[in-house]
């Protein structure tokens, strides 16, 4: 039996949440009760500025835990008993175009995603269509998992999406992750797991020692962009970074990327920037010191099994990233949290 409404914060526009009890269907689609959703940088940004893929009203948030409501049978022949706690791929693909055909389905030539172009988290139940069914994106957690780590599991594959992408071998190498927010401190546990030297570079004390705590063998407070390459330059004995993550929407960043970005290493933009941002790169140098410039995007169901096994076997520690917890009608609160970087991610509990 249908749930009688679905108690919803709103995205009506910038600035604008309105909580309402929608409709409830399930017509060609997987119907999930949503248990937690985290509230990611992407979110704040359609927040605060709208964004091309996002048409109000619609319901935001695709970092999602959530629990199955009948027994599901996915493609892959697995069967999903009632009451599972699952996590939630965002991504819908056309399944037609060529990326699809290999598998690439975050490259999808016309992708759709929960919580940007259809109704996501932020609700007390969400609808799972049917072509991310088709991609086995609904994927059970292990009883040892919490909620509010399974909602970090999406942004742990994303992070763990780019590094599979990368060829390169980081072991015993610097990896200069640009950034010290929930993501960047993903991509930390990341590089140490891959047994890189790791540096944080940050703008917020309290992150920056979070990640002193997580393992970052070096923190850097950016206050002076020259002063932090020369620092990088000593620490790493003139090598520069073999692997630098630009984890920030900053661009200013990717600057800092190209100055203490080594000989033979690679440049990863992690981040989506602010489409009113202006880039400036020196060609020169990509190209007297051979960086390769490379980018990544979301991750598929198959990444997100690879991220869920890590934090099953307590490899990576997701759970210490959960610094606020909201219900749904304190959104604005959740929102204001993250937009003003206190703490670390912010999750709306529903129950």
């Known amino acids: 039996m ?52 996002v048409r109000p009203p619609i ?135 891959y047994g890189a030297k790791t540096i944080v570079v940050g703008k917020i004390p309290s992150r920056l020692n979070e990640a002193k705590s997580i393992g970052a063998d070096m923190i850097l407070l950016n206050n002076d962009p020259e002063e932090s390459i020369r620092t990088i330059w000593d620490y790493t004995h003139e090598k520069g970074g073999k692997l630098i993550i630009v984890a920030t929407s900053n661009p200013e960043a990717l600057d800092l990327a190209l100055k203490v970005a080594g000989k033979n290493s690679l440049i990863n933009v992690f981040a989506g920037i602010s489409k009113n941002k202006t880039l400036r790169i020196d060609p020169n140098l990509l190209h007297y010191n051979q960086i390769t410039l490379s980018g990544s995007f979301s991750s598929t169901p198959k990444v997100m099994n690879k991220a869920m096994d890590l934090v099953r076997q307590q490899k990576i520690n997701l759970r210490r990233l959960v610094s606020h917890r909201f219900s749904l009608d304190e959104i604005d609160k959740a929102f204001s949290i993250s937009e003003g970087y206190s703490g670390l991610r912010s999750v709306i509990n529903s129950f």
Do not use: M, W
Request: with cysteine; glycine share 6%.
């Open 2 to 53: 249908l749930p009688q409404k679905n108690h919803s914060a709103v995205f009506s526009g910038p600035k604008n949440f309105q909580i309402k009890d929608l409709p409830v269907s399930s017509k060609d689609c997987i119907l999930l009760k949503t248990l937690s959703c985290a509230v990611c940088g992407y979110d704040v940004r359609v927040f605060k500025e709208g964004h091309k893929k």
């Open 59 to 193: 319901v935001l948030g695709h970092e999602i835990c959530a629990r199955t409501l009948d027994i599901l049978r996915l493609p892959n022949d697995q069967i999903i008993p009632e009451g599972r706690r699952v996590i939630v791929s965002p991504l819908i693909p056309c399944l037609n175009c060529d990326h699809c055909s290999v598998g690439h389905f975050n490259s999808c030539n016309k992708l759709n995603e929960i919580g940007s172009s259809v109704n996501g988290g932020f609700a007390d139940y969400i609808n799972i269509p049917q072509n991310n069914i088709l991609i086995n994106g609904i994927i059970p957690i292990s009883n040892n998992i919490h909620d509010d780590e399974a909602s970090l599991i999406e942004p742990l594959s994303c992070c763990l999406n780019a590094h599979l992408n990368f060829n390169i071998r980081i072991r015993d190498e610097f990896v200069i992750v640009i950034g010290d927010g929930p993501i960047g401190l993903i991509h930390l546990q990341i590089s140490k797991l």
